[in-house]
């Protein structure tokens, strides 16, 4: 039998993994970013990278960070990313990881293949950076997604039958 303890936890527990499901949008990391590009100029040491490297249409992360370039502290700056290619206008202050406050976080899903621009500018108080990048966002697979997708379900809904199951039966008993 169940107690009335793990019924909560179990539920709790479900609860986030259905709300991570539904809002994914608003959940951040930038653990999966390997690569980083570094950009020098006479006030800063820029960091920044995106996830997926090999950009297609889907899901982007973008990370920065901002360093002086004489004491290589992180400072803190206003990072604007500033994104455009077909039928996307993104201009917008990337916030604060909540996780890395050293970096400055941009996340958004690119519905359309094509060519990208990416406008980084920083300012703190030791000046005012630029970095410009163009990339090509090419057309993304699902079967990944589709993948992940089910085997998250699957570990969410086995458990979630089992403990249903048992309360049922001991339902029925009582």
Avoid: C, W
């Amino acid at each position: 039998m169940i107690n009335t303890n793990t019924q909560i936890t179990f539920i709790s527990i479900i609860s986030v993994l259905v709300s991570y499901l539904l809002f994914p949008i608003y959940a951040e990391s930038n653990g999966r970013i390997t690569k980083y590009e570094t950009y020098t100029d006479d006030q800063h040491i820029i960091k920044y990278g995106v996830y997926p490297e090999t950009i297609f249409t889907g899901p982007l992360h973008i990370a920065v960070s901002v360093q002086d370039k004489d004491t290589e502290m992180f400072l803190k700056a206003k990072v604007n990313i500033n994104l455009t290619g077909p039928e996307f206008n993104k201009n917008i202050e990337a916030k604060n990881s909540l996780d890395s406050p050293q970096f400055y976080e941009y996340d958004t899903v690119l519905k359309n293949e094509g060519e990208y621009n990416l406008d980084i500018s920083i300012e703190s108080s030791k000046g005012i950076s630029f970095i410009k990048k163009q990339f090509e966002a090419s057309k993304g697979t699902d079967t990944a997604n589709l993948i992940i997708i089910f085997f998250t379900f699957i570990i969410i809904l086995v458990p979630f039958s089992i403990a249903l199951r048992k309360i049922i039966i001991n339902k029925n008993k009582i």
